[in-house]
């Protein structure tokens, strides 16, 4: 197969085994056919590694597949880094093993990019289902499926700094150009926010408007963990990507842009006190010679270690 024509979609599973099959039944069904997938399952302490080797026995003759079983869970980043080494296809999805793909979903979005062939990334449309069973678009859209607005595309860097813009589910990447700028950063307990942003700052980015990925919302998924009480591994990976940040910004609206964002973390890193972490982000605040009423009020909050995280946790 033609490197130029593939896709490898990369499918990382820990203890998934409600929704594994799903998601690798997902890819075998794309309706794009130069594809390949490979399946990891992070030390899994569930049946999900039983189930992933029971999928690869039933439909390994189907399309190019091959598994790798890990005997203890590894960061996420630097796992995906892993695999993203042995890809030598022009394309590569990072999916999850709690998410799947609709049919159409890298037909659409590989056209695209062969569209736009300077382009980083495609992101699309996404499907949030939350564990109720409620389903609602990423974007909203009218009641006949048009978009309510207009998605932006192109330059991006600024609109992400400001706020999480793009479902990372529906996101097809340009291997070449991933690879480029090495991949997601291990240092990171996670990888959209980063990798987005180091993306924008120097590629355009492509969108379409298809729907393309089910997104699922659940307790144990790392999204979930955002913003834990007291010890958030993820907050803290917000800081340094903000660090990272500043130091990519390059005129005074995208520094505007950080305060904006900076001020938001920092609310809900008082609100789970975890205020080590909201010291940073007020000594970024600073260097960023932020004002006002709101971040003066954060500073009170700081001093004094306000402890409402019990609350927070009953209403997030």
């Given at each position: 197969?033609n490197?130029?024509?593939?896709?490898?979609?990369?499918?990382?599973?820990?203890?998934?085994?409600?929704?594994i099959?799903?998601?690798?039944?997902?890819?075998?069904?794309?309706d794009?056919?130069?594809?390949?997938?490979?399946?990891?399952?992070?030390?899994?302490?569930?049946q999900?590694?039983?189930?992933?080797?029971?999928?690869?026995r039933?439909?390994?003759?189907k399309?190019?597949?091959?598994?790798?079983?890990?005997?203890?869970?590894?960061?996420?980043?630097?796992l995906?880094?892993?695999?993203?080494n042995q890809?030598?296809?022009?394309?590569?999805?990072?999916l999850?093993?709690?998410?799947?793909?609709?049919?159409?979903?890298?037909?659409?979005?590989i056209d695209?990019?062969?569209?736009?062939?300077?382009?980083?990334?495609?992101?699309s449309?996404?499907?949030?289902?939350?564990?109720?069973?409620?389903?609602?678009?990423?974007?909203?859209?009218?009641?006949?499926?048009n978009?309510?607005?207009?998605?932006?595309?192109g330059?991006l860097?600024e609109?992400?700094?400001?706020?999480?813009?793009?479902?990372?589910p529906?996101?097809v990447?340009?291997?070449g150009?991933?690879?480029?700028?090495?991949g997601?950063?291990?240092?990171?307990?996670y990888?959209?926010?980063d990798?987005?942003?180091?993306?924008?700052?120097?590629?355009?980015?492509?969108?379409?408007?298809?729907?393309?990925?089910?997104?699922?919302?659940?307790?144990n998924s790392l999204?979930?963990?955002?913003?834990?009480?007291?010890?958030?591994?993820?907050?803290?990976?917000?800081?340094?990507?903000?660090?990272?940040?500043?130091?990519m910004?390059?005129n005074p609206?995208?520094?505007a842009?950080?305060s904006?964002?900076?001020?938001?973390?920092?609310?809900?890193?008082?609100?789970?006190?975890?205020?080590?972490?909201?010291?940073?982000?007020?000594k970024?605040?600073?260097?960023?010679?932020?004002?006002?009423?709101e971040?003066?009020?954060?500073?009170?909050?700081?001093f004094?270690r306000l402890?409402f995280?019990?609350?927070?946790?009953?209403?997030t």
């Open positions: 197969m490197s130029t024509d593939r896709v490898t979609v990369v499918c990382i599973a820990f203890n998934h085994e409600k929704w099959e799903k998601a690798l039944v997902s890819v075998l069904l794309q794009y056919q130069h594809k390949e997938l490979i399946i990891v399952d992070n030390g899994s302490e569930d999900t590694p039983d189930l992933i080797k029971e999928w690869m039933d439909n390994s003759e399309l190019s597949v091959k598994a790798i079983y890990k005997s203890k869970s590894e960061p996420y980043c630097r995906f880094n892993e695999i993203l890809v030598d296809s022009r394309f590569v999805v990072d999850s093993g709690d998410d799947f793909l609709y049919a159409h979903h890298l037909s659409f979005s695209r990019l062969h569209q736009n062939p300077d382009a980083a990334f495609v992101f449309d996404a499907v949030i289902l939350d564990e109720l069973g409620n389903e609602r678009p990423y974007y909203t859209r009218e009641d006949y499926g978009l309510q607005e207009k998605i932006l595309a330059d860097y609109t992400l700094i400001r706020r999480s813009y793009i479902s990372a529906s996101v990447f340009n291997t150009i991933l690879k480029q700028v090495g997601y950063d291990a240092s990171l307990h990888e959209d926010f990798i987005q942003l180091r993306l924008a700052r120097n590629y355009p980015l492509a969108f379409s408007e298809h729907i393309g990925v089910l997104k699922r919302k659940h307790a999204s979930a963990s955002q913003y834990r009480r007291y010890h958030s591994e993820m907050l803290s990976s917000t800081l340094r990507i903000c660090e990272k940040i500043r130091r910004n390059k609206k995208e520094n842009a950080l904006e964002r900076v001020l938001h973390e920092l609310k809900h890193a008082l609100w789970s006190a975890n205020f080590q972490i909201a010291k940073d982000f007020v970024l605040g600073n260097d960023l010679n932020m004002n006002g009423l971040f003066g009020l954060y500073k009170v909050w700081l004094f402890d995280s019990w609350l927070y946790a009953n209403v």
